[in-house]
Each structure stands twice: as C-alpha cells, then as structure tokens.
C-alpha cells in the first residue's frame, strides 16, 4: 500500500492487467455488505418534506458497519425533532451502540418553528448492485504519471507550476520540477503540457503501473473494504469455475 490516510487509501499495482484492476473496483462498488436505512415509519410530519423524501435523504446517510456482524439481523433509530431546529444525522437514536451514522454531522432537515418529525428507521443489508445507497467507498484507478522535464531552468516556470489543479508542481526561481512525494498525484490533466508545450513539460502514463484510489463512506475502512472485495471477487471467480 502506497498511502493510507483516515478513510482515504492509495495503493500502487504493478504488473497488473487493467481488467483485473477494473474487476476488483467493481467489487468494491457492486460486491461489499453494508448496512443502511431502508424502512421508515413516520408517526408525524408536519414540516415542508413529503414523507419520501425525509426517507430518501435517511436511506443516504452512511451507516457503520461493524465487520462482526455482517448478516446479523437489523438495527434501527428513532428521530423525534421539534422546530426550530437543524436536525443532523447525529440526532438518530441508535438500537445498538455500534451501528451509528458515519457522518453525524450530516444535514437530515431543517425545521422551522413548530414544524415537527417524529419517525423510526430501520436498515438491511445490501450491496451496490440492489442500490448505490450500500456502495461503501468512491474508488478509481489511473495509470502511474511519467512528467519529463528537459530543462530545470524555465521561463515562467511560477505559471505553468500554478496551473496544475492537484498543485505538485514547483515553479520558484525559473526552476520547474516536481515536488517530492507528489507524482502519484498527478491526474494526467496535461494542464501544464498544454501551455508551456510538451518541449518544456511532458505528461505520460507508465502502463505497466496503475493507481488504485479508495475514499471510503465511512461504513467500512479502506482496509476492510478492500478485504471484503477481494472475498467477494474470489467467490465470484469459483462460482465461475464450477459452472464452466
């Protein structure tokens, strides 16, 4: 693994067949058990949010998904709000003390004076393929950056540095280079390469490297994400082998 940071996960792939990378990014997406709210029973409602769509914006708050209990059962919350009032994801009252909103600064509703909810949610377990909503990460991959620069010394280097959207490049005193640690960075935007010309900065990819990128939701880590995708592509690929 290249870099691990929070929910966020970078890993180099070398000598890897773009199609097996692809495979494994829709595990991640399609593949992965997560919890996540899909029976709500309102009991009152009298704020300006039809009954759906307050079930909708629950359905898409990320709930965390203990490992330990993959397939065990349902959990639930209860939400009873009055106005006026931001109501957040952290007002959801848990049944269990593990399975809590990912994100509990996330916005539910905002509800104006004597405006009020009252509601209890339950979840179920699902993967991306039934509903984007137990999709546990955004993931995607990109061939490892080459960046030739003939010549250090360059005029204006300060200006094609400023260009570079992910900000790798340093351009002080008329030198160009790329910062350290910086060039998996790079999205192959060619923003720099457009301006000053690919004689003065040249943006390739070295196919036989590929990096895979994970920004978890926070139902999982990137670790258990992986692991459970990885699980899932091989039960997939023995499925396959005893049919064929």
């Not at 349902?74 to 003390?97: N, T, Y």
Request: with cysteine; glycine share 6%.
């Amino acid at each position: 693994m290249m870099e691990s940071k929070g929910e966020t996960a970078k890993i180099l792939l070398e000598d890897f067949k773009v199609s097996l990378v692809n495979a494994l990014r829709r595990s991640v997406i399609n593949g992965v058990q997560t919890l996540a709210i899909e029976d709500v029973t309102v009991y009152k409602n009298t704020s300006f949010m039809y009954d759906e769509v307050l079930a909708s914006r629950l359905g898409l708050i990320p709930i965390k998904t203990p490992i330990e209990l993959k397939g065990k059962g349902k959990f639930s919350f209860k939400l009873k709000e009055m106005g006026p009032k931001a109501v957040h994801a952290s007002d959801l009252i848990p049944s269990d003390k593990d399975v809590v909103p990912a994100i509990p600064g996330m916005l539910i509703i905002n509800l104006k004076d004597g405006e009020a909810i009252e509601l209890e949610a339950e979840t179920q377990w699902g993967n991306g393929s039934e509903h984007t909503k137990f999709t546990p990460a955004h993931v995607f991959y990109h061939f490892y950056p080459k960046i030739t620069i003939p010549n250090s010394k360059v005029k204006g280097a300060a200006k094609i540095a400023s260009l570079c959207p992910v900000d790798i490049l340093d351009g002080e005193k008329e030198t160009l280079s790329v910062k350290k640690g910086k060039l998996s960075d790079c999205i192959l935007c060619k923003a720099c390469e457009d301006y000053a010309g690919s004689d003065v900065i040249s943006i390739t990819s070295q196919t036989d490297k590929i990096v895979f990128e994970l920004e978890s939701w926070g139902q999982l880590t990137p670790k258990e994400i992986l692991n459970e995708a990885f699980s899932t592509l091989e039960d997939e690929v023995k499925e396959i082998a005893e049919k064929v």
